[in-house]
Nanobody, 112 residues
Framework: VQLQAFGGGLVQAGGSLSVSCAAS????????VGWFRQAPGKEREFVAY????????VYVDSVKGRFTISKDYAKNAVYLQMNSLKPEDTAVYYC??????RGQGTQVTVSS
């Protein structure tokens, strides 16, 4: 499977952005899917994940109430809606499956 994240960009602090992840050559079915991020000079950080089959999503404390992970069964896609963005949210965002599959990331830059 190939995962591709896209939709990043530059946004001012307080703004919103949505990133998407599509799977090709495979599906998310039966997996836990999620997002993580990595900022320059920092370790990779989990952001959010959810079971493709349903259930409660889990978020890192720093994004709770601001980010929402969602999925589209028909499009075989995962989304991350990011609101009230802060400069510290600046990072490359990656989507992944819990089998270790990970796609190329998309850059999110939040200006102050």
């Amino acid at each position: 499977v190939q995962l591709q994240a896209f939709g990043g960009g530059l946004v001012q602090a307080g703004g919103s952005l949505s990133v998407s992840c599509a799977a090709s050559g495979g599906t998310f079915s039966g997996y836990t899917v999620g997002w993580f991020r990595q900022a320059p000079g920092k370790e990779r950080e989990f952001v959010a994940y959810m079971r493709w089959s349903g259930g409660t999503a889990v978020y890192v404390d720093s994004v709770k109430g601001r980010f929402t992970i969602s999925k589209d069964y028909a499009k075989n896609a995962v989304y991350l809606q990011m609101n009230s963005l802060k400069p510290e949210d600046t990072a490359v965002y990656y989507c992944a499956r819990n089998d270790g599959s990970r796609g190329q990331g998309t850059q999110v830059t939040v200006s102050s």
